[in-house]
Structures are given as structure tokens and as C-alpha cells.
T-cell receptor, first 115, second 113 residues
Framework: SAVISQKPSRDICQRGTSLTIQCQVDSQVTMMFWYRQQPGQSLTLIATANQGSEATYESGFVIDKFPISRPNLTFSTLTVSNMSPEDSSIYLC????????????FGSGTRLTVV | GENVEQHPSTLSVQEGDSAVIKCTYSDSASNYFPWYKQELGKRPQLIIDIRSNVGEKKDQRIAVTLNKTAKHFSLHITETQPEDSAVYFCAAPTSGGSYIPTFGRGTSLIVHP
């Protein structure tokens, strides 16, 4: 299956600033996904990113706070804007990379701490 | 949308014992059910999955069973080893026609040597 590289792996940011997280897939994928995972919790879908169209956001997440780019079929970015301590979490990108199944591969995650 | 319930939240077993984690789902149109293993500080990884046209699938020490009528599926790990200790997540499609997963809340499996 494909490999997803995600960076940065961790960052400590000041409140009010923004952080952009990047994910690179080593093969072309139609959809990429961004998740948030609070410590000890499950994965919550933020948005689905398709190449050539605007991202689709889940309830509770808005484009102004989490703008997403998807310039091609192998790359996507998620920006966490105007950060507050409540945004401290692990952010993971994902893509459907299987050919014979529909399993999803995840990036290694970005551990964000907002101070 | 899909509602996925996962139990138990924590499971503690002795090495060599079996472990079973169960998930229920709400959308009868769901047809694909993966299980992910997440070790501490690492990314979730797909370990096994099942489609709705089969009732059971095995891969060495792990197996998944599906009961479509009751809308539940289970992960079975036999002869557990300390390296099986991790958080396990089940998932079901967000909607019947989609393969975007909705994840269960996770089960923390602890295997004592």
C-alpha cells in the first residue's frame, strides 16, 4: 500500500498564530482526509479533500478555521488558523490507498500544542 | 449517518488468552468493516477488514466476524502476546454508499506477560 509522509511531526505554537500541516502520498489518490485525535480519544473527521474542488467539512468544522488545499492528487495541506489552546491535539491525514480493499493509510500525525 | 458503538473501552488479558472486541453499527446499508491498531504515539494501521458478503475472515491470530442481521462485528485475537497491546478501532462507512469511515471510540488492549 501507499506511504503517506506528514510534517511537521510536532510543534508548539503561540495562541493566535496559524500552523500548516503537509501530507505527501507516494501515489495518486482521489480523496484525502484530515482527522483530529484528542489524547486517548477516537478519530474525528475534519474534512474530505478532493483535487480540483473545495473541501467538504464535517459538522463543527469550518473552512475559515481549517482551510485545506489539494493542489494535486498526491498532496494536501491543512491549516489550523488563529489557534487557541483548545486546538491542541494530534492531526492526521489519511487516504484510501488500497486497490483490492478500501482500507485507509494514515500519515504519522502532527502533535500540536498551543500555548 | 452511521453510529458505531465499540465495547469494551479497556480490555486486560494474560498473555496467551484470547481477546474479543465488539462493534455495533446502525446503517444496514454498510458493507465494509475495517479494524485498525494504534500503538502508543504511532499512526493507526489497518490490520484486518471484512465485507458484508462474508461472515468471517481470518489472518493468522486475528479474525473478524460479521453478523449483518444483528448489525455487529467483532475482532478476535487468539494467543495474545505483549506486542498486541495497543488501542484498537473499528470503523464502518459513514453512509451506506460511502467508504469514508466512522470510527468507534477505541479499545485499549493490555496484554500482561
Amino acid at each position: 500500500s501507499a506511504v503517506i509522509s506528514q510534517k511537521p511531526s510536532r510543534d508548539i505554537c503561540q495562541r493566535g498564530t496559524s500552523l500548516t500541516i503537509q501530507c505527501q502520498v507516494d501515489s495518486q489518490v482521489t480523496m484525502m482526509f484530515w482527522y483530529r485525535q484528542q489524547p486517548g480519544q477516537s478519530l474525528t473527521l475534519i474534512a474530505t479533500a478532493n483535487q480540483g474542488s473545495e473541501a467538504t467539512y464535517e459538522s463543527g468544522f469550518v473552512i475559515d478555521k481549517f482551510p485545506i488545499s489539494r493542489p494535486n492528487l498526491t498532496f494536501s495541506t491543512l491549516t489550523v488558523s488563529n489557534m487557541s489552546p483548545e486546538d491542541s491535539s494530534i492531526y492526521l491525514c489519511s487516504a484510501q490507498t488500497g486497490t483490492m480493499n478500501y482500507g485507509y493509510t494514515f500519515g504519522s500525525g502532527t502533535r500540536l500544542t498551543v500555548v | 449517518g452511521e453510529n458505531v458503538e465499540q465495547h469494551p473501552s479497556t480490555l486486560s488479558v494474560q498473555e496467551g488468552d484470547s481477546a474479543v472486541i465488539k462493534c455495533t453499527y446502525s446503517d444496514s446499508a454498510s458493507n465494509y468493516f475495517p479494524w485498525y491498531k494504534q500503538e502508543l504515539g504511532k499512526r493507526p494501521q489497518l490490520i484486518i477488514d471484512i465485507r458484508s458478503n462474508v461472515g468471517e475472515k481470518k489472518d493468522q491470530r486475528i479474525a473478524v466476524t460479521l453478523n449483518k442481521t444483528a448489525k455487529h462485528f467483532s475482532l478476535h485475537i487468539t494467543e495474545t502476546q505483549p506486542e498486541d497491546s495497543a488501542v484498537y478501532f473499528c470503523a464502518a462507512p459513514t453512509s451506506g454508499g460511502s467508504y469514508i469511515p466512522t470510527f468507534g471510540r477505541g479499545t485499549s488492549l493490555i496484554v500482561h506477560p
